[in-house]
């Protein structure tokens, strides 16, 4: 079975820095395309980043490019995300989810990030 | 970045009711486009792949259609675990854009 474990949200100031983490077993990590995504309180979602097997091809959504990096380590079947410069507007419940291209066919059941003075 | 609309906002339904939800694309994703299925507090759930294909285990009262701009979503006769959010999302382009959902509620 897929499984899916993000850690690593809180509560914390504009502009401060947050790592997370998701913990990825019952499947093939180091040939999956990993993604994250977001969604605002009471609001869709949003796909973040993605990052292929290698670690080495990797997508931003315009609003967080050069604030955040997606990297993984296939060792540790673990995916991360590095969020630095935080906004308000960051603040939302973030998922990673296993990518195959077509689609996202599994998701973790989310961490909440929220960016608050 | 390509602009997913959908409709309605909101369908307000009894259980074994058949549902229809609409997606429109502000350009041609091809059939690339996928539809997942959100309950309060839970993460999303994939239903559909590639426009017209079931993901493993999704209940064959689910059906998607379309290509290039219009895709509909629909649930043959709603059952009352289907009552959640609906949300799609293009694969055309990159970034993957999802459209706002439409709400399915019992009425």
């Known amino acids: 079975e897929v499984q899916l474990v993000e850690s690593g949200g809180g509560l914390l100031q504009p502009g401060g820095s947050l790592r997370l983490s998701c913990a990825a077993s019952g499947f093939n990590f180091s040939n999956s395309w990993m993604s994250w995504v977001r969604q605002a309180p009471g609001k869709g979602l949003e796909w973040v980043a993605n990052?292929?097997?290698?670690?080495?091809?990797?997508y931003y959504v315009d609003s967080v490019k050069g604030r955040f990096i997606i990297s993984r380590d296939n060792a540790k079947k673990s995916l991360y995300l590095q969020m630095n410069s935080l906004r308000a507007e960051d603040t939302a419940v973030y998922y990673c989810?296993?990518?195959?291209?077509?689609?996202?066919?599994?998701w973790g059941q989310g961490t909440l990030v929220t960016v608050s003075s | 970045e390509i602009v997913l609309t959908q409709s309605p906002a909101t369908l307000s339904l009894s259980p074994g009711g058949r549902a229809t939800l609409s997606c429109r694309a502000s350009?041609?994703?091809?059939?690339?486009l996928a539809w997942y299925q959100q309950k309060p507090g839970q993460a999303p759930r994939l239903l559909i792949y590639d426009a017209s294909n079931r993901a493993t285990g999704v209940p064959a009262r689910f059906s998607g259609s379309g290509s290039g701009t219009d895709f509909t979503l629909t649930i043959s006769s709603l059952e009352p675990e289907d009552f959640a959010v609906y949300y799609c999302q293009q694969r055309g382009d990159w970034p993957g854009t999802f459209g706002p959902g439409t709400k399915v509620n019992i009425k």
């Open positions: 350009r041609s994703v091809s059939s690339y």
């Open positions: 989810a296993r990518d195959v291209v077509s689609a996202m066919d599994s």
């Open positions: 990052i292929k097997q290698d670690g080495i091809e990797i």
